[in-house]
């Protein structure tokens, strides 16, 4: 289909590993960012990239953490040196962005990462 | 404090009942207000989105914002087995900014029993 893609669907690791998950954005638009869920909880903004750009990075919680989007297409958002607390599930959404009023933001189904 | 609150539920009903979910919020700057629908093992998709104070209807779905109050609801009429889902408001400032990342309510877990 054509919407938002993640991948892997669920990645286990085992405490310290390094994990990279995926997302394939909807072709065309320039808007990408980041949220975490945790099993209850609504989505948490993790950082945002207008193409290539990342112009927000104010809610990775650590330096563990890393994003890029290297030809303003896939993302890859990376974390170090797992830790339990990281178990939750990664949602990637993608927007038009531009100058538009409003751009809804279309989200993946999610990595669902679990931290032994 | 977080900056949007609701109550998480569990809220069961019958099929055909009204279904009424709020959230409030603290942050003034809000201007635009969505409900997404979160089915389990899914991302979240959007139902409606409002701009500003006011009411937004789509079919069986009505959104109220009230920023005088800081308060936004969600009323579902005629309530189907397949409305049963995890609703999620969310808001953002603007976008015309840098970002427009959304800051979402917790969730309320709706089961409409047949």
């Known amino acids: 289909g054509a919407g938002v893609s993640q991948s892997p669907r669920y990645k286990v690791a085992k405490r310290g590993q390094d994990v990279a998950l995926r997302c394939d954005p909807i072709?065309?638009?320039?808007?990408l960012f980041w949220y975490q869920q945790a099993l209850g909880q609504g989505p948490e903004f993790l950082t945002y990239?207008?193409?290539?750009?990342?112009?927000?990075k104010s809610g990775l919680p650590s330096d563990r953490f890393f994003a890029e989007r290297p030809e303003g297409s896939v993302s890859t958002l990376k974390i170090q040196r797992t830790q339990q607390e990281d178990s939750a599930v990664y949602l990637c959404?993608?927007?038009?962005?531009?100058?538009?009023?409003?751009?809804?933001?279309?989200f993946g189904p999610g990595t669902r990462l679990t931290v032994l | 404090q977080k900056e949007v609150e609701q109550d998480p539920g569990p809220l069961s009903v019958p099929e055909g009942a009204i279904v009424s979910l709020n959230c409030t919020y603290s942050?003034?700057?809000?201007?635009?207000f969505m409900w997404y629908r979160q089915y389990s093992r899914k991302g979240p998709e959007l139902l409606m989105y409002?701009?500003?104070?006011g009411n937004k209807e789509d079919g069986r779905f009505t959104a109220q914002v009230d920023k005088s109050s800081k308060y936004i609801s969600l009323f579902i009429r005629d309530s189907q087995p397949s409305d049963s889902a995890t609703y999620l408001c969310?808001?953002?400032?603007?976008?015309?900014?840098?970002?427009?990342?959304?800051?979402f309510g917790t969730g309320t877990l709706l089961a409409v029993q047949p």
């Open positions: 959404a993608s927007s038009l962005g531009g100058t538009s009023w409003y751009n809804e933001q279309f």
């Open positions: 072709s065309g638009h320039v808007s």
């Open positions: 990239f207008q193409n290539e750009a990342q112009l927000d």
């Open positions: 942050n003034s700057a809000f201007q635009y």
């Open positions: 409002t701009y500003s104070s």
């Open positions: 969310a808001m953002s400032e603007g976008y015309g900014g840098a970002t427009n990342k959304l800051i």
